[in-house]
């Protein structure tokens, strides 16, 4: 038996927030605070990480399903990027033979079948966003005790020059006209 | 003095004198946003706007999902694309993690014998053809007055530490009776769960009034606008909507009006005070002027830590000079042709006082 045959991946799932696109799927490690792309091949493959099926039985899934060939090879490229971004729940150790081919010698090999080239598994990492984006405005209290002045990294202070906030307590805040 | 003349010297733009360059500026984003609201976006074809810079600029503003939603399926190679792409991915991806957030705030909240309502960020996302397209950096959630030390407690104080909430002790409509407001809420969907939502029409006039308190400054916020007027329930009471403060009917008219003058939105029937009203000449200008400047003065280094150089304290100035759409809000006026001058002036005024005097805290306006 090969360890294609034995080896039995599974998925993360604790901590992470996935939204499937039409196109791709999105997955958000809350725990290290990461945001990956995964395109639709990488993505078949994660989604086949179930503890209970082979490395080969998805090498045939994506033979069948995609019409990859040198699918095995394809295979543990994916679990290799997937497991770089962890996104397996166990590390998994690439027999030799796989460790050795690379992208480009995989790119190479598919090259010949026109198109193939892009379903090669691929996770991406998605860039974080502008502070900006997000909300109207913080209020300065906020501002001056949780945020780096001066700019309060890019978010908005609230400025309402008709409604003040006197602070009754830790836990309360009255809104009261400005004199 | 020809009465049209008179009305033309009225209606004079308010000052910052209006800028034709920041003008076709903000007419770019406007004609870029058009509809991009929508499940299908009018297909996007490259119009005699300057497209360098506008997909950071989208994307800094909060409409960069949106500019992905109307680029994707063109066919046109559009400088930032991918910018605008990422921007809609992480979206994506936050509103997923703001789905676990709320239903956690809404478990706790709810052990404590608290019923929220939900209202903007979330809501608003909800509109859209997707809820990636729309950003929001917290969760803002209302509580009854008399709940609101139990709801502090149970989240945690300060608020937004463990959860992203923005939690407000106040009915988010005024006008309206907390039990006004919950008696129109319906049940919102949040992943395994339900929450009570604001009313489509108490929505539609906080959004509005939102984005004209905060000078409209963000496009996405007149998007909010335009999708909540074109996806509003077929049961939608204009009536109720539109009865009020004095000022209600003509902030709603105005924000309405924007939206479709501005974005093209097409909500059919409206009420003829709203369709036959007419916005005033410096409004438009106005709001495409902060559109192309893209970041008010809140978000700038407070005065007080700007250094003591006459430029540069001249500077802090003008990027302060009020927003005209600002200060018709915060000081309770019409939109109309009265000039705004006098406003800003006051509201300078005040400004610099609170600065000189130290009155700086303030709350958001819901």
Not at chain 2, 319 to 341: G, K, M
């Amino acid at each position: 038996m090969s360890i294609a045959d034995r080896l039995l991946p599974r998925a993360r799932e604790e901590d992470l927030v996935v939204e499937a696109l039409p196109d791709e799927t999105l997955v958000y490690d809350l725990k290290r605070d990461k945001a990956h792309c995964l395109n639709p091949t990488a993505a078949l493959v994660w989604s086949r990480c179930d503890g209970e099926t082979s490395v080969s039985d998805v090498a045939s899934l994506l033979e069948t399903e995609l019409g990859l060939p040198a699918a095995h090879s394809v295979v543990w490229m994916a679990l290799d990027r997937l497991d770089r971004e962890n996104l397996l729940e166990d590390p998994v150790a690439l027999p030799e033979e796989a460790a050795s081919y690379s992208r480009r010698e995989m790119m190479r090999t598919l090259g010949r079948v026109a198109g193939l080239t892009l379903l090669l598994p691929a996770v991406s990492s998605i860039v974080a966003p502008l502070a900006a984006q997000a909300g109207s405005c913080i209020p300065r209290r906020t501002c001056r005790r949780v945020l780096v002045p001066p700019n309060c990294t890019g978010l908005p202070i609230c400025e309402n020059p008709n409604r003040c906030c006197r602070r009754r307590n830790r836990t309360s805040c009255r809104p009261r006209r400005c004199r | 003095m020809l009465q049209a003349e008179k009305q033309n010297l009225l209606s004079a733009p308010a000052l910052p004198l209006t800028f034709p360059s920041a003008q076709s500026r903000g007419r770019a984003i406007a004609t870029f946003l058009a509809g991009s609201w929508r499940t299908r976006p009018p297909p996007y074809r490259r119009a005699s706007i300057d497209e360098t810079g506008l997909a950071s600029q989208l994307v800094k503003t909060g409409a960069g999902g949106l500019g992905w939603w109307r680029v994707r399926d063109s066919g046109i190679d559009f400088p930032g694309a991918s910018e605008l792409r990422e921007a809609y991915r992480l979206q994506t991806l936050h509103s997923g993690i703001h789905e676990r957030r709320i239903q956690e705030g809404v478990v706790l909240l709810r052990a404590a014998g608290v019923e929220p309502l939900l209202a903007k960020g979330w809501l608003a996302a909800g509109l859209y053809a997707q809820r990636g397209l729309r950003p929001y950096g917290d969760i803002d959630l209302w509580v009854r007055p008399d709940q609101g030390a139990a709801a502090f407690e149970a989240l945690g104080y300060p608020p937004g530490q463990q959860y992203p909430i923005d939690l407000h002790a106040n009915a988010p409509v005024r006008d309206r009776t907390w039990d006004e407001l919950m008696a129109r809420s319906h049940p919102e969907p949040v992943g395994d769960t339900h929450v009570r939502a604001l009313g489509a029409e108490d929505h539609l006039y906080l959004l509005s009034v939102h984005m004209l308190a905060h000078g409209a400054w963000r496009p996405l916020w007149l998007c909010d606008v335009a999708a909540a007027l074109e996806s509003r329930p077929r049961e939608f009471d204009w009536d109720y909507c539109l009865r009020g403060g004095k000022r209600r009917p003509n902030w709603l008219m105005t924000a309405i009006r924007l939206a479709s003058d501005v974005l093209g939105a097409s909500p059919p029937g409206l009420p003829t005070s709203i369709s036959n009203g007419h916005l005033p000449r410096w409004l438009v200008p106005a709001v495409l002027e902060s559109w192309a400047a893209g970041t008010p003065y809140m978000h700038t280094t407070p005065v007080g830590l700007t250094t003591p150089r006459p430029a540069a304290l001249w500077n802090a100035l003008r990027i302060r000079w009020p927003n005209p759409i600002q200060v018709t809000i915060a000081w309770n006026r019409e939109f109309d042709r009265s000039p705004r001058l006098p406003v800003q002036l006051a509201e300078c005024v005040l400004r610099s006082g609170r600065f000189l005097f130290g009155r700086q805290t303030a709350t958001p306006l819901g």
